[in-house]
């Protein structure tokens, strides 16, 4: 398998919720909901980088698409995680998420590697990592 991975898709509760969380409250780029016309085939997607994509997509519809049954939702699956270029980078993302009506579950801080980094859930319980990290360096 090659390194190939462009779309991550989440499974979310309320598609119009999650569409206003992303779009309106992170400010990703997006169409907005497209494939209503299909039935399980609702979902939108937002473009990050180098040709990445966010999707989100009801829980059920994709459970339905990929055969596995739907279970209790667990935001300690994964993370997802937004480097950043500053400390003060990640204090303003933060922020931007808490005002979008996320839940900071592990405020910005000095991280024990040696960089500085948050968490936050999104309305569906998907959790994100805001990091700076010192070795990295963050090209736009």
Known sequence: ????????????????????????GLGLPTQGIIGREFEHGAVAFFDLQAGIKLAIWSRQDLAHETKVPLGSPSSTEMTIGHNVASKEEVDEVMEQARKAGAIITDPAHVAFWGGYSGHFLDPDGHLWEVAWNPAWEITE
Not at 1 to 24: A, N
Request: aromatic share 8%.
């Open 1 to 24: 398998m090659k390194p190939r991975i462009t779309v991550l898709t989440l499974g979310v509760d309320d598609l119009e919720r999650s569409l206003t969380f992303y779009r309106d």
